[in-house]
């Protein structure tokens, strides 16, 4: 259960990247729904760094998942991860407006929370 929770968690931060990129960006570009200005920069590029960073993270865990298991259930990869959430969190409160992010990156930390709360029952269990 435990193995199935990571793959869930880290994948669904990756899906939730890549989505976060392909509407916020790439659609608006091809709709052309904003004005070339700075703001409009300002605004694609938080949007790809906020996207892109999820997406490398999601990714690199997955990663390790494969090769390395039992590397996520250590404390400092967990707590490397919830520290990346609370950020992505903080970060969709200051400046991303719409709430649809936000909501991505609370399912994201409650699909950790499972992971972290199957893992330290598995662990007992071994």
């Given at each position: 259960m435990h193995k199935i929770l990571i793959y869930a968690t880290y994948g669904w931060l990756t899906f939730g990247g890549t989505m976060h990129i392909l509407v916020d960006v790439v659609l608006q570009y091809l709709r052309k729904t904003r004005l070339p200005s700075a703001e409009t920069t300002l605004y694609w590029g938080l949007n790809i760094a906020y996207g892109l960073g999820q997406?490398?993270?999601?990714?690199?865990?997955?990663?390790?998942?494969?090769?390395?298991?039992?590397?996520?259930?250590?404390?400092?990869?967990?707590?490397?991860?919830?520290?990346?959430?609370?950020?992505?969190?903080?970060?969709?409160?200051?400046?991303i407006e719409y709430r649809e992010p936000k909501i991505m990156i609370l399912i994201f930390i409650i699909l950790l929370m499972a992971a972290t709360i199957s893992a330290n029952f598995a662990y007992k269990l071994d």
């Open positions: 997406i490398v993270f999601g990714l690199l865990a997955l990663l390790v998942a494969r090769y390395s298991f039992e590397v996520l259930k250590q404390w400092p990869a967990i707590t490397i991860s919830f520290l990346a959430a609370g950020a992505w969190l903080v970060f969709g409160f200051f400046f």
